[in-house]
Each structure stands twice: as structure tokens, then as C-alpha cells.
């Protein structure tokens, strides 16, 4: 047994962690990461960045296929896979490899295993003990699995094995309607292969605004995909799923499944209970500095529950760094934005109207259809999008932004920015935007107001 002091030792290696562990090294901590598997977390290896390569190619075979209203007519657009896991496997490699340049360069040092709390709060790793002055958490989350009879079948996938296809499946039945399920209903769907969507509730993406919400099932729904909500998956069979509406019993045939019904943060085998750190089913208990109830101990991203996104973890991690280094430093989760990454895309950050009634404040809404603006009208071909934005109906403060259509992700953290800044829509209204531009939507959004 060996005991080496750290100021900071950090167990996990995904967004939250690494940036934690170069952060605390820009402020000259002694800092330890310890990884299990490959640097990057989910997000780089099994999420965030693969999927957006398959869902890039994707719209590039949907454009390719479908630019006949823009002159564009290009016969025998073809689908390889493997060329595609190609380029994904590649850009997961680059990245992987920035990522240990820069805990090398920053001197980070890392070690490879399953790290655990003990009793008297040190972390064990690989028979060796380590002594840290703060330990953060940062273990991130699985998909979970239902109890679905059948879910054991051959074909049937979580959100990890989905990325690993080697070939084009015949169909597609996505149990799940959330973001997972769009995302990938959006891949399937666009390289035309017939995709069901089985979701539980009466709509789909259940986070997002209702009136987002359904514009997005109606554009997917133009793309290969069937939706069914308010469905209870009854079985998973050989080659078909079978569901219930109301009273009445479905099957959809499939080749294959994906079950998309939520992620389960990280926590079994930590060591929490001797460590005496508290969590439960929804992840590690921390407050907005991400302090966990044992003092010196502090927890990020998905392991928390908080919020299941990458650039939350991140920040977290950072906001535990400062709170270290003495820095008083919050979360504020009403600011996070959060994507789909689907095609159209959905982007949205603040209150929805619905949780801002549920609060009790008193709003103003105004909404938008995509195809007032012009930008978006001249790339678009019988495409539809909404922005809807939420506002203190008494200060005037802008709560909340909500949008779909083309890549509205790159326009969000403009409203993410207002948002955090407290910035009032009369301020909005004297912004001049870039013309042409699909943001500048957000500012005539304004005068919609009532
Ligand atoms: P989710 O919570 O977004 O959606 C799960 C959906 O499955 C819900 O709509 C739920 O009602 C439905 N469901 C649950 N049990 C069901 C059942 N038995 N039958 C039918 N429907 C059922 O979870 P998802 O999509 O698995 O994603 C996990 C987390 O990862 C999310 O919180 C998401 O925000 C995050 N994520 C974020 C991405 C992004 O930022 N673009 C991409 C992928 C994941």
C-alpha cells in the first residue's frame, strides 16, 4: 500500500473529470486522475461525438437524396457504412489523443483502473491507496435496461452497441422517444430504412416544450418514421415488438432495436456507503457548488442525476475547481442549453412555459415559425421550425428560448448568453443582428410578445 497526498484526486475521465483535473492544475494543485476505461468518457467514446458523425452523414445522404427543389438531382446516393465507422473511429481517436496530450502537458497524473472510497475517505486503486485533499466524482452513466421481455434477444441494442452497426438494418423500432430515440430515429429514418418510435408518453422529447416538441415529430415523421405514443412495449420478439395503444395490441416488425429509455448514473461499486457520501437511485446528492454532504468530497455530471449533458458535466467540474481554490462558484441550471442533434434540430435553454407556470411566474410568450425568416426559407425546401420565447411578463427578463429547425444548436448559446446575463427584451430589441441570419428570428420573436 502506498499513500501519495494530492490536493485533488479526480475518479473519471469523461468531461467532467478531465477538465476538472486540467483546471485544478491551471491553479498549480497536485491533481490524480484515475480512468477505467479510455480517456474521454461517454461523450467522446460511446455518445456525444460518434453519434454526430453518424447523424452527419446522415443529413448528407438526406440532402444528397433530396435536393431535387434546389436543382440538385443526384442519382444512386449510396449508404457505406463501413467508410463512415471509418471516419468515426478516426476523429474518436484524435480526440482521445488531445485529450492525454493535454493531461501529459498539464502534468496530470493518470492512472488507469477502478477506483473506490474506503471508510477513512482515501481512494483505492489497483491495491495502491491515495490520499486527496478533495476527491471529486465524476463517473458518468449508463443506459439503463428496462425489464422488456425479450430485451435479451439477439439485435436488440442499447444507445452503445447502436454506434457499433456494421451494417444497414432492414427496419428500425426505437423503444423511447426521447433524445436517444429521435437521434437515432433521425439517423435510421434518413438513410431511408423504415424506423418505429414506441414511446410512453403522449409526446415525444418530454423535457422540450409541447409545441417544440410536436413540430419535431411531425418533421421526422416525413423522414421514414412512424410514432407511436402513448404506447406500452408489451414484448420484444425474433423479428417484430409488440406494443399497446389504449386497449388496443400492435406488433411492428424490426431487424433491429434500440432501447432508449433514459441513462442510470454511475454509482455501484464507488464505495459511497463506507465513504458515507449520499445518493440514491437518481445519482450522487450534491447542491449548486457540487459539494456532496462529506465535506472535501464533490461530485459532476451525469453521476448526479443533475442533468445527463456533456457540457453540464464540464462546467460542474469547473465550478468545483473554483470552489477548491476558493473561488465561490454556482451552477445555474436554468441556464444550461440543451440540442437534439436531429434534422431538423432542436435547441433550447431556460424556462419552458409550462415550468415557468409551475414556478408561478407570471410570463409573456411569443412564437414564431421558422419560415418568417428568409435565411431560413432559402435553404429550407417545405421544412417547418418554431421559436418560442418565454419572458417575465413584470421585469421583462427573458426565461426562456426554445427552437427547432435547421441547426438552431448554433445559435442557442447566444440566448444561453442573454439568459445568464439577465438581459431584458427591450435590450434584445436593440441589438441588431446579422442579415441574412436564422438567428435573427430570436430578436423579431421579441416583437411577438403578449
Ligand atoms: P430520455 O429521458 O431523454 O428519454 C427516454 C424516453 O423513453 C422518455 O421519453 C420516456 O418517456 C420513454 N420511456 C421510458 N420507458 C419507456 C418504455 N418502457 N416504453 C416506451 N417509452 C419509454 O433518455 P434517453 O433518450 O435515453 O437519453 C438519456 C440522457 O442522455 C438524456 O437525459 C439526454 O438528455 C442525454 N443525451 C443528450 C444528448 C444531447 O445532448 N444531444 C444526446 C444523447 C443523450
Not at 461523450?43 to 434546389?70: R, T, V
Not at 427496419?171 to 431511408?192: K, L, N, Q, T
Not at 465561490?328 to 407556470?357: C, H, M, Q, S, W
Request: contains cysteine; proline residues 4%; hydrophobic residues 40%.
Amino acid at each position: 500500500m502506498s499513500t501519495k497526498p494530492y490536493d485533488l484526486i479526480v475518479i473519471g475521465g469523461g468531461p467532467a473529470g478531465y477538465i476538472a483535473a486540467e483546471r485544478a492544475r491551471q491553479d498549480g494543485m497536485k491533481v490524480l486522475l484515475i480512468e477505467n476505461k479510455d480517456l474521454g468518457g461517454v461523450c467522446l467514446n460511446e455518445g456525444c461525438i460518434p453519434s454526430k458523425a453518424m447523424l452527419n452523414a446522415a443529413k448528407i445522404y438526406y440532402q444528397a437524396a433530396h435536393g431535387a427543389p434546389f436543382g440538385v438531382i443526384a442519382n444512386d446516393v449510396s449508404f457505406d457504412i463501413s467508410k463512415l465507422n471509418a471516419h468515426k473511429t478516426g476523429v474518436k481517436d484524435m480526440l482521445r489523443k488531445g485529450i492525454s496530450g493535454i493531461m501529459k502537458r498539464a502534468k496530470v497524473d493518470v492512472v488507469n483502473g477502478l477506483a473506490s472510497l474506503t471508510a477513512d475517505r482515501r481512494v483505492a486503486v489497483k491495491g495502491d491507496t491515495y490520499e486527496g485533499a478533495n476527491i471529486f466524482i465524476a463517473t458518468g452513466s449508463s443506459p439503463a435496461a428496462p425489464p422488456i421481455p425479450g430485451i435479451e434477444l439477439d439485435g436488440v441494442l442499447d444507445s452503445t452497441g447502436v454506434l457499433n452497426l456494421d451494417r444497414i438494418p432492414s427496419s428500425a423500432v426505437i423503444i423511447g422517444g426521447g433524445v436517444i430515440g429521435c437521434e437515432f430515429a433521425c439517423f435510421f429514418g434518413s438513410i431511408g430504412v423504415p424506423t418505429t418510435v414506441i414511446e410512453m408518453l403522449p409526446e415525444i422529447c418530454p423535457v422540450v416544450d409541447a409545441d417544440i416538441a410536436k413540430t419535431l415529430r411531425m418533421e421526422l415523421s416525413k423522414k421514414n418514421i412512424t410514432f407511436h405514443t402513448g404506447a406500452a412495449v408489451k414484448t420484444i420478439k425474433e423479428s417484430s415488438v409488440e406494443f399497446a395503444v389504449g386497449d388496443e395490441t400492435m406488433s411492428v416488425d424490426r431487424d433491429i432495436v434500440l432501447v432508449a429509455t433514459g441513462r442510470r448514473s454511475n454509482v455501484n461499486g464507488l464505495g459511497l456507503e463506507d465513504a458515507r457520501v449520499e445518493f440514491d437511485r437518481g445519482g450522487i446528492k450534491i447542491d449548486d457548488r457540487c459539494a456532496t454532504n462529506v465535506p472535501g468530497v464533490w461530485a459532476g455530471g451525469d453521476v448526479t442525476g443533475k442533468v445527463w449533458l456533456a457540457h453540464a458535466a464540464s462546467r460542474m467540474g469547473e465550478v468545483v475547481v473554483n470552489n477548491i481554490a476558493g473561488r465561490d462558484d454556482r451552477v445555474r441550471f436554468d441556464t444550461i442549453a440543451g440540442v437534439i442533434y436531429t434534422n431538423p434540430e432542436v435547441a433550447t435553454v431556460g424556462l419552458t412555459e409550462a415550468a415557468a407556470k409551475e414556478r408561478g411566474i407570471p410570463v409573456k410568450t411569443g412564437k414564431m415559425p421558422m419560415t418568417a425568416n428568409g435565411r431560413f426559407l432559402a435553404e429550407h425546401s417545405g421544412e417547418r421550425g418554431l421559436v418560442k420565447v418565454v419572458t417575465h411578463a413584470g421585469t421583462g427578463a427573458l426565461l426562456g428560448v426554445h427552437m427547432v429547425g435547421g441547426a438552431c444548436s448554433e445559435m442557442i448559446y447566444g440566448a444561453a448568453a442573454m439568459i445568464e446575463t439577465e438581459v431584458r427584451v427591450n435590450e434584445i430589441k436593440d441589438l441588431v443582428f446579422p442579415h441574412p441570419t436564422t438567428s435573427e428570428i430570436i430578436r423579431d420573436t421579441m416583437f411577438t410578445l403578449n
